[in-house]
């Protein structure tokens, strides 16, 4: 599954110690962020006090699919999830759907934060996975980062 499949990536990266320019327009992050993965259809940045950011796009395969639905695929398989919030948004000029939630991941407390929004024909999956104590200040720099869009502005 193409969401899933990124979104374990990123839960790996985070338990153990992640954006292209897809189709979005995107901001820069803050110091302490080191580039982990660059693929054409993925980038991912790690933070060494703990959290991943990652942006991954996938082209073709969702354009009737709700928003909804793409952030549920992405979440199957996650442990222990307990949805704190879920807010409809524009992103780029484009209808996003935000999601937080607290979750486990082998028995490690994570929170996620996860933006899915559809553009040009592809998906684009915005997503950071922190440790809980530790997401506060990585929010902060994911809210950054999604800041760089053309428009941001709550639905």
């Not at 499949?5 to 954006?19: E, K, V």
């Not at 006090?49 to 928003?67: E, F, K, Q, W, Y």
């Not at 991941?105 to 950071?128: N, Q």
């Not at 980062?145 to 639905?155: C, I, K």
Request: aromatic share 4%; proline share 3%; net charge positive.
């Amino acid at each position: 599954m193409r969401t899933r499949r990124h979104l374990l990536l990123a839960l790996a990266l985070a338990a153990s110690a992640c954006a292209a320019q897809p189709s979005a327009r995107l901001g820069t992050l803050p110091a302490g962020w080191e580039r982990v993965r660059d693929r054409a259809d993925s980038v991912a940045y790690h933070h060494a006090g703990g959290g991943t950011i990652v942006s991954a796009r996938s082209c073709g395969d969702a354009d009737d699919v709700p928003l909804d639905v793409l952030t549920n695929h992405l979440l199957l398989g996650i442990e222990g999830r307990r949805e704190l919030a879920r807010q409809s948004l524009v992103l780029d000029g484009r209808a996003a759907l935000r999601t937080r939630l607290d979750a486990t991941l082998d028995g490690v407390p994570v929170a996620l934060d996860i933006v899915v929004l559809k553009k040009d024909g592809c998906t684009v999956d915005l997503y950071l996975v922190a440790p809980r104590a530790a997401y506060a200040e990585r929010r902060a720099d994911f809210d950054r980062f999604l800041s760089g869009a053309v428009q941001v502005s709550r639905r």
